[in-house]
């Protein structure tokens, strides 16, 4: 199979890409080499070849979920930059609520 400049134009038209004649050239020739290579797999034979998505077994390394004991409050208020005691305080960071806004 081979593909025309026609086909490369039509295909720059669908993907909104304004090409020169010499780019055009370029996208062909390099569209037709990988169409060559595609046809050269196409004629493997893979009869009893299953289909995989990766070569190699894919394992997930996954340790087991264990409940542990979590900071106390005020370990995790410790490096606050501002906290009331027993909660974190940042800037208001938006405005004011009700008609005001």
């Not at 026609?6 to 569209?31: N, P, T």
């Not at 037709?32 to 289909?51: A, R, W």
């Not at 409940?67 to 005020?74: D, F, K």
Request: charged share 25%; glycine share 8%.
């Amino acid at each position: 199979m081979s593909i025309s400049p026609e086909q490369v134009r039509h295909v720059a038209l669908l993907a909104r890409l304004a090409l020169s004649e010499e780019q055009i050239a370029s996208f062909g020739e390099d569209l037709n080499s990988i169409l060559g290579h595609i046809d050269s797999i196409q004629q493997l034979d893979l009869e009893g070849v299953e289909p995989t998505a990766h070569p190699l077994e894919v394992v997930n390394a996954m340790r087991e979920d264990r409940v542990r004991p979590g900071l106390s409050r005020e370990d995790a208020l410790l490096n606050a930059p501002a906290t009331d005691g027993t909660a974190f305080l940042i800037p208001q960071i938006v405005g004011p609520g009700g008609d005001e806004a």
